[in-house]
């Protein structure tokens, strides 16, 4: 559990000396970030990020060896609502991705390849019915 925390606090510290060379613009991000960190608790491999309500805003998955995001990753709504779901692989968006409305509906459903949507993207209107198919490929040239 130490190890897992102290991965954690290096990754969050290098991200604040990120987000302090923002401009103003990103100030408010970066104040709004500050509180989200200091809700964060770890229990296992998983950490979880919650609103300033209490609830639920975000589970990640941690490798424990490197401090990356490794598995699943679920993002809510403040209404308790799933928001996303996204898997990683060493902290890169990998494989299958859901994003849903606020009402539990689908929204899209597409696939990531090393951190790029590639492929078929499916959008629903907000009663789950198809309303769009996106193509995408990220082919990578030598």
């Known amino acids: 559990m130490e190890v897992i925390f102290n991965i954690l606090c290096k990754k969050v510290a290098s991200l604040i000396l990120k987000m302090q060379k923002m401009k ?7 104040i709004l970030f500050l509180l989200i960190i200091t809700q964060v608790s770890c229990n296992n491999n998983t950490a979880t990020t919650k609103y300033s309500n209490g609830k639920i805003k975000g589970k990640y998955t941690i490798n424990s060896k490197n401090g990356l995001a490794e598995g699943i990753t679920t993002l809510y709504y403040q209404n308790g609502v799933i928001k996303e779901i996204k898997n990683y692989h ?7 991705f859901y994003q849903y409305y606020s009402n539990g509906r689908i929204k899209s459903k597409g696939y990531y390849d090393n951190n790029n949507i590639n492929g078929q993207r499916l959008f629903y209107d907000s009663l789950g019915r198809l309303k769009s198919v996106y193509q995408r490929s990220c082919l990578k040239l030598p």
């Open 24 to 30: 103003s613009k990103g100030k408010n991000l970066y």
């Open 90 to 96: 060493n902290d890169t968006a990998q494989g299958l």
